[in-house]
């Protein structure tokens, strides 16, 4: 069945560092990727988003990858900041608006 | 815009119970959902809708119900609470489908709920 999943728990960088966050995902129909953060005790916030037919987007400080080949996402976070802690989600959908299908989570920690 | 609105935020239910989470949004989204996130998971759906009088199940709707008699409110009832559901639920709304558009989901605050 389809399935969303991150391949680290767990993600401890220091302050400055560039941050990766993994993800793959089992369904290979699935057109649209979203990267969410969610902070301590907030609902998830929207970060970035990719459909199927690009490789790359890059937002402010964000570059979200895709390789549909392996079916892995990657969400990368440049200078990282004590802000960025978090849980990071990823999510697919396909062709379904906004029912998405969400993956464990990564909760990343950044030392200062 | 207060984007999506939940409440209560917090809610304790004694087991067999019944309660009604209340979503609202005003963004004029199609599509609306109801999720549950347990310790230490991912978000999980329980029901979705399309639009106004539209509802169907998600990946665990067994012990809620869903009604949407609007495009703004989509309210989730949990008929008999059983502590199994005691969860972090959320409610989410976003466009239905687009290419200029994103249908990336916008989030409530949450409502945690305790089931004793």
């Known amino acids: 069945g389809e399935s969303v999943g991150l391949h680290l728990p767990t993600l401890s960088v220091q302050e400055g560092d560039n941050s990766i966050i993994n993800c793959a995902y089992s369904?290979?129909?699935?057109?649209?990727f979203i990267w969410y953060k969610q902070e301590s005790g907030k609902g998830p916030q929207f970060i970035i988003d990719?459909?199927?037919?690009?490789d790359k987007r890059q937002g402010q400080r964000v570059t979200v990858l895709l390789n549909k080949t392996v079916k892995h996402l990657s969400l990368q976070i440049a200078a990282t900041q004590p802000g960025d802690s978090a849980v990071y989600f990823c999510a697919e959908n396909y062709n379904q608006g906004g029912k998405l299908i969400f993956g464990q989570g990564t909760e990343l920690s950044v030392k200062p | 815009n207060a984007g999506v609105t939940q409440t209560p935020k917090f809610q304790v239910l004694k087991t067999g119970q019944s309660m009604t989470l209340q979503c609202a949004q005003d963004m004029n989204h199609e599509y609306m959902s109801w999720y549950r996130q347990d310790p230490g998971m991912g978000l999980r759906l329980i029901h979705y809708s399309v639009g106004a009088g539209i509802t169907d199940q998600g990946e665990v709707p067994n012990g809620y119900n869903v009604s949407r008699s609007t495009t703004e409110d989509f309210p989730l009832r949990l008929l008999s609470a059983a502590p199994s559901q005691t969860s972090v639920y959320f409610c989410?709304?976003?466009?239905?489908?687009?290419?200029?558009?994103?249908?990336?989901?916008?989030f409530g605050q949450g409502t945690r709920l305790t089931v004793v």
């Open positions: 990719i459909r199927s037919n690009m």
């Open positions: 989410a709304s976003s466009y239905q489908a687009g290419i200029l558009v994103g249908t990336e989901a916008f």
């Open positions: 369904n290979s129909a699935s057109d649209y």
